[in-house]
């Protein structure tokens, strides 16, 4: 192993507009040099990046710029240490640019004209240069080991928190050395160790918190996040509302109205926005804004007034790449929200506020939609079809209620949906009044089906048969027209069956007892009389289009048929008979 001494001799340069840059004459013994400002590293690192998978986002953003294909962060533990260490298969870092890049804070890329990573493949999503200070905010320590192509030696580099805040004259010298390359391929290792966190890191938990950071769309670049035990975790970079149940989604631009069309900030803003079946989670409610493949906003809903409970139902993305490329930055140094002071910044906001306020009243449209269809595939409901079928006052009431089961800012929850479309379809079934009426359930079934199609007559016929043709079999009458069994074993000098037979214990006067006979006998031969023989004389669609015949005197015939038909079948032979 050979350390880097700290002799060598430094040149300056000016470049166009007046930059002085510093070249190496001696590499391999000009010793590192980080220059700072204690409390700078403190504040932008220490305590800005406080969130593990926002700190770990630098490293893969730098992997990424780096042309990397694949990078894996590798939990360890201990019973004595807990360590994170994030390896790339990237271009790696010379000495050189350890020296002038890796450790110059605040070094602005793009404004150095470093727009594209080397291979030129990719837009460089790193900006700030302050990305190095976020490891600070996880571990004391930082071992950084890095290769390029073709070297056989690497680079090791020891940053130490402690180290650094009890240098003096701002200047802090890292520990460098160059030692045999431990990888057969060029690349870029960090190790952070002496973490500030005292719980484990859960790799599950952090592999879905990366995978929010970034949608990046290269294919051939992958996230991994290796537990302690040994297992792997994909970064998913897809958007995690492809597993989402979704009521409706709308692509931007493509399914904007004209109106927001024309006023998109700009052309190249584009995402997709999800109105979902149940809640989503707290930390994915809202739209995420991403520039150059990175998350630049964490979701939020930018200021609209709207419930929170119909906002739980919305989640979405846009890609604001041009929000990146102007002359103001605007993205905080964690990425995790934007500042909106600056013109191109409140023009976006302004946007987003208009938009998420259609997109909720879409929602709303869409979500009641889709409520309707689920009752349909769940149940077997069709709303508007049910409470078609109540043709009395209730209907309002149903529909009423019907409405609240498929309102879009309902909270009611789909166990209770479905508990109480159940018992309102039992208070309130299909053809409600027919059911209302408590028919006898033969008198019930004998109309329905003309009832259901509104050939009231019909079921008023169809329902009166069932009655004589009952009494014919308990009479046991044969040969004879409706009118003659009724007059035959209902009539007081043909009384065959005897509805008052249940009551004679009672102690009833024989008035009494005469007129429950006599009753029976005069209203079956109106309901013979009113209800089947009109259609011998007159077709039925001029009964019902002149009103002589609704749906409300079908149902007060239904009563009358069905009272007789539960006094007919409660009676017993007249005792003349037996």
């Not at 490329?325 to 002071?341: G, L, N, Y």
């Not at 506020?353 to 869409?366: G, K, N, P, Y």
């Not at 009676?571 to 037996?578: C, D, M, R, W, Y």
Request: charged share 30%.
């Amino acid at each position: 192993m050979r350390t880097i001494g700290r002799g060598g001799s430094l040149s300056s340069r000016r470049r166009p507009g007046g930059e002085v840059r510093t070249s190496v004459t001696d590499v391999y013994e000009q010793s590192l040099t980080l220059q700072f400002d204690p409390l700078t590293i403190e504040h932008l690192g220490y305590k800005m990046y406080s969130h593990l998978p926002n700190a770990l986002a630098e490293l893969i953003a730098n992997a990424y710029d780096a042309d990397a294909t694949l990078v894996r962060i590798i939990l360890a533990e201990s019973p004595d240490s807990r360590s994170v260490t994030v390896e790339d298969d990237g271009h790696g870092m010379s000495v050189r640019g350890l020296n002038e890049k890796y450790l110059r804070i605040g070094r602005n890329r793009r404004v150095l004209g470093e727009q594209l990573s080397e291979s030129g493949r990719r837009r460089v999503a790193g900006k700030k240069g302050l990305g190095k200070l976020a490891l600070f905010g996880i571990g004391e320590t930082i071992e950084l080991r890095t290769r390029r192509e073709g070297s056989p030696q690497e680079s090791l580099v020891r940053l130490d928190w402690s180290e650094i805040k009890n240098s003096t004259g701002n200047v802090y010298h890292p520990q460098l050395s160059r030692v045999e390359a431990s990888r057969a391929t060029s690349g870029t290792v960090v190790t952070l160790s002496n973490l500030r966190r005292r719980t484990s890191v859960v790799a599950q938990d952090l592999a879905v918190s990366l995978g929010r950071l970034f949608i990046y769309r290269d294919n051939d670049f992958r996230i991994e996040v290796v537990d302690a035990g040994g297992r792997t975790h994909h970064v998913d970079r897809r958007s995690r509302m492809d597993n989402l149940e979704r009521d409706a989604e709308w692509r931007v631009p493509d399914d904007l109205p004209a109106e927001l069309k024309a006023r998109l900030p700009d052309a190249s803003v584009t995402g997709r926005i999800v109105a979902t079946a149940k809640p989503v989670p707290v930390e994915q409610r809202g739209l995420a804004l991403y520039a150059h493949g990175r998350l630049a906003n964490e979701p939020e809903f930018f200021g609209v007034s709207e419930s929170s409970y119909a906002f739980s139902y919305l989640t979405g993305y846009l890609e604001v790449d041009y929000i990146d490329e102007q002359e103001a930055d605007v993205i905080s140094t964690d990425r995790r929200a934007m500042s909106w002071d600056s013109g191109s910044s409140a023009g976006l906001r302004a946007f987003l506020q208009d938009l998420l306020r259609w997109i909720a009243h879409e929602r709303r449209t869409a979500r009641r939609t889709a409520n309707r269809k689920r009752l349909v595939q769940e149940h077997g409901v069709d709303i508007d079809a049910w409470t078609g079928t109540i043709k009395g006052p209730e209907k309002e009431a149903v529909q009423d209620a019907a409405e609240i089961l498929t309102s879009a800012d309902s909270v009611i929850g789909d166990k209770d949906r479905s508990s109480l479309i159940e018992s309102l379809r039992k208070i309130a079934p299909e053809y409600a009044d027919l059911h209302w009426r408590h028919l006898h359930p033969k008198i019930q079934q004998a109309a329905e089906n003309f009832y259901r199609i509104e050939y009231y007559h019909s079921a008023l016929t169809e329902a009166a048969k069932r009655y004589v043709n009952d009494l014919r079999e308990r009479t046991g009458l044969s040969g004879l027209t409706a009118t003659q069994i009724v007059n035959q074993s209902l009539s007081e000098g043909n009384l065959k069956l005897d509805v008052s037979a249940p009551f004679l214990a009672e102690g009833f006067d024989k008035n009494t007892l005469d007129s429950m006979r006599e009753g029976q006998f005069q209203l079956s031969k109106g309901a013979v009389s009113a209800f089947r023989n009109p259609l011998a004389h007159e077709e039925e669609q001029r009964l019902q289009a002149a009103g002589a015949l609704t749906a409300q005197d079908c149902l007060d015939g239904l009563s009358i048929i069905s009272h007789l038909y539960r006094r007919m079948e409660a009676g017993s032979p007249s005792a003349s008979e037996t």
